[in-house]
């Protein structure tokens, strides 16, 4: 009887949120340009197949991904975040190899509205807090030379969340959290 209480709260919690998640997206924020953290949760260590960066050993733990959105629609800030919040998708970026495994759970987004692009001096910032590389990851493309836009973030989600508070406060930015962690 426990189990079945703790499963129908987890599922209205869950519901809630996607709830407001969507109404966000479908409302004042639906067109929102700016720069975001994704907050990943490794279940347990596992080896995934990035595309042309080949097999990366992720350890258990919290990683932040740094992307930004710039555009309408699906090239807005939320466009993006939902495509990374979805399972079924064609693998395309290097975030799309992480975001489709069971064992990776989307914990939170931070996000700041900007009409500049922000997500190198984000990345930056974080890896200047202390965030560790993950080389290459989502920076294929960077003109800026950053080494990398996902970064292990800590043990747990207070040290995750601390650490991407403060890359977002190095910048003098600060920024707003939709957390799903139940």
């Known amino acids: 009887?426990?189990?079945?209480?703790?499963?129908?709260?987890?599922?209205?919690?869950?519901?809630?949120?996607?709830?407001?998640?969507?109404?966000?997206?479908?409302?004042?924020?639906?067109?929102?340009?700016?720069?975001?953290?994704?907050?990943?949760?490794?279940?347990?260590?596992?080896a995934v197949n990035v595309g042309s960066l080949g097999e990366?050993?992720?350890?258990?733990?919290?990683?932040?991904?740094?992307?930004?959105?710039?555009?309408?629609?699906?090239?807005?800030?939320?466009?993006?975040?939902?495509?990374?919040?979805?399972?079924?998708?064609?693998?395309?970026?290097?975030i799309d190899y992480v975001t489709c495994i069971d064992d990776v759970k989307v914990v939170a987004v931070f996000f700041a509205e900007s009409d500049v692009r922000l997500e190198h001096a984000v990345s930056k910032a974080l890896k200047a807090v202390g965030g560790l590389e993950v080389k290459g990851f989502g920076s294929s493309d960077c003109d800026e030379k950053c080494g990398s836009h996902l970064f292990f973030v800590g043990n747990s989600s207070d040290e995750a969340f601390e650490m991407v508070f403060k890359a977002f406060r190095r910048l003098g930015i600060e920024p707003r959290v939709f957390n799903f962690a139940p």
């Open 56 to 94: 990366i050993a992720f350890k258990f733990g919290y990683y932040g991904y740094v992307g930004s959105g710039m555009g309408r629609g699906m090239a807005s800030v939320f466009g993006r975040v939902r495509r990374h919040l979805s399972r079924r998708k064609l693998r395309f970026w290097h």
């Open 1 to 46: 009887m426990f189990l079945v209480v703790c499963r129908v709260v987890t599922f209205l919690f869950l519901f809630f949120h996607c709830f407001l998640w969507v109404s966000l997206m479908c409302g004042e924020l639906a067109d929102l340009k700016g720069v975001y953290v994704l907050v990943l949760r490794f279940l347990r260590d596992v």
